[in-house]
């Protein structure tokens, strides 16, 4: 049984939920809530953005989605609906900012990341909010190049540049960690 957007959804509950049947809309919201507050989360990393963005992937779900011609999954659907909303979201805060950042880092460590996930989280949390967006949309989410000049209006060689260099800063901020342990250790 696949879980977040790999869940499917029947041809029956999707006829009913075309119909504005609120039972299959509320199983809908409680199926795949999650993995878009996880992903809305990855991207703007603030808890209160991510919360309003799944918000208002739902409430256009409840208006578009009759239109869902279903030629692919709809978690597919909802996925790219997500990634969407928080690239607007990057685009309406051009210097957006994680006040919360504990509270999302208790998040991440909660299902299990441990110490790890945290530290990776740390590093991803000191890139500039774009690249941070590309990077987990690419390497985490699976987007290509193309789709991701799409979303964010710009050529495929944007986000590929965007992505080489989130990756060298990254990189570059792994090893001073590094070199700060291996100090510490010789100390």
Same mark, same amino acid.
């Given at each position: ?16 939920? #075309? ?23 990855? $991207? ?8 309003? +963005? $799944?918000?208002?992937?739902? +409430?256009?779900? %409840? ?5 869902? #011609? @279903? ?6 659907? %909802? &996925? #790219? ?7 607007? $979201? ?26 790890s996930a945290a530290d990776a989280?740390?590093? %991803? ?8 967006? +590309? ?24 986000? &590929?540049?965007?992505?080489?260099? @989130?990756? &060298? ?10 070199? #700060?342990?291996?100090?510490?250790? @010789?100390?």
């Amino acid at each position: 049984m696949s879980s977040g957007f790999g869940q499917e959804l029947d041809a029956v509950s999707l006829a009913r939920a #075309r119909r504005g049947d609120r039972a299959v809309l509320e199983a809908l919201y409680a199926r795949y809530s999650r993995a878009c507050y996880t992903l809305a989360m990855r $991207v703007l990393g603030e808890r209160a953005a991510a919360e309003d +963005v $799944v918000q208002d992937v739902f +409430v256009r779900v %409840l208006s578009t989605i009759r239109d869902f #011609r @279903a030629d692919a999954p709809f978690g597919a659907w %909802l &996925k #790219r609906m997500t990634a969407n909303a928080t690239i607007d $979201v990057l685009r309406r805060n051009r210097r957006f900012t994680d006040e919360d950042f504990e509270s999302v880092l208790a998040t991440m460590t909660d299902g299990g990341g441990g110490e790890s996930a945290a530290d990776a989280w740390l590093l %991803l949390r000191r890139l500039p909010a774009r690249a941070r967006a +590309v990077l987990v949309l690419h390497e985490l989410e699976g987007y290509t190049h193309r789709e991701l000049a799409q979303m964010f209006g710009q050529s495929e060689s944007y986000s &590929k540049s965007i992505l080489a260099r @989130a990756l &060298k800063r990254l990189d570059g901020m792994m090893n001073e960690a590094g070199d #700060r342990a291996e100090t510490n250790d @010789a100390v």
